[in-house]
């Protein structure tokens, strides 16, 4: 399938991993394949020498894709499914695809499987082609929202000490005004029921949780985690109530 959307598919592979074992962070790596090997590509509607996008073309890669993260940006969490017309069904999910080591610099990998994630266009923007020495944070290893720290105001930041975190929200731009915007609302939002409930009832922790995925599902609770325990901490004995026996 992909072999077939090149004019010679022998020598694509040939020179992406050629290219990939030049320096990562050097200057001929991040001018990109396509000007280091324009030949082996085909060109593209403009006439410029570009990857086949094949990403795009097979419905089965593009349904597994968004099904991979429910709809959902990947990086930001922003319901990217809900802004999209939808008319093409489920052959045309929307958002991007997102290739995790960009394509200009991992030719090898711009047709793996385990490189792709859906993207809203915002963190697809403005990641683009950047590639720092030491990468990002993958939306898909280990538990990746708990390296970042969200306010109620909607702000985030990578943990102390976290470079590739902190790396990851400057270069995704997580902090963009409407992103932020739309987290904070989502937040506050949810907190108003929450604090509610922790005053007035004894409430497990479990049940005030956000199940993901869900739009700012870690964002939300981390601020639901911190307001439980700070009114926890509030509540005095006495205003406790006893579970009532059924
Ligand atoms: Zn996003």
Redo the contacts with the bound molecule.
């Keep these: 399938m992909v072999d077939a959307a090149f004019p010679d598919a022998a020598a694509f592979w040939k020179k992406a991993r050629a290219f990939e074992k030049l320096a990562e962070q050097g200057t001929k790596r991040k001018k990109g394949f396509a000007t280091y090997a324009p030949e082996v590509l085909p060109s593209d509607k403009k006439g410029n020498p570009a990857f086949p996008q094949v990403w795009r073309a097979d419905a089965r890669v593009r349904r597994a894709i968004a099904g991979m993260s429910y709809g959902f940006?990947a990086?930001?969490q922003?319901p990217v499914s809900s802004t999209h017309p939808g008319t093409k069904g489920e052959d045309r999910p929307p958002g991007q695809v997102e290739h995790f080591r960009p394509k200009a610099r991992f030719p090898v990998q711009a047709y793996a499987w385990d490189n792709y994630f859906l993207?809203?266009m915002?963190?697809n923007g403005a990641k683009h082609d950047k590639w720092p020495a030491g990468g990002y944070v993958r939306p898909d290893e280990g538990n990746p929202g708990s390296r970042f720290v969200f306010t109620e105001d909607g702000a985030m930041k990578g943990r102390k000490g976290d470079d590739q975190a902190e790396r990851t929200v400057k270069d995704l731009q997580l902090n963009r005004p409407w992103l932020s915007y739309h987290r904070g609302r989502t937040i506050q939002t949810h907190l108003v029921f929450v604090r509610r409930m922790i005053a007035h009832s004894e409430m497990p922790i479990e049940n005030l949780l956000v199940e993901p995925p869900a739009a700012f599902s870690e964002a939300i609770n981390q601020n639901v985690r911190r307001a439980w325990v700070s009114g926890r901490r509030k509540k005095k004995p006495s205003r406790v109530q006893p579970r009532r026996a059924r």
């Design positions: 940006c990086y930001c922003s993207a809203c915002g963190c």
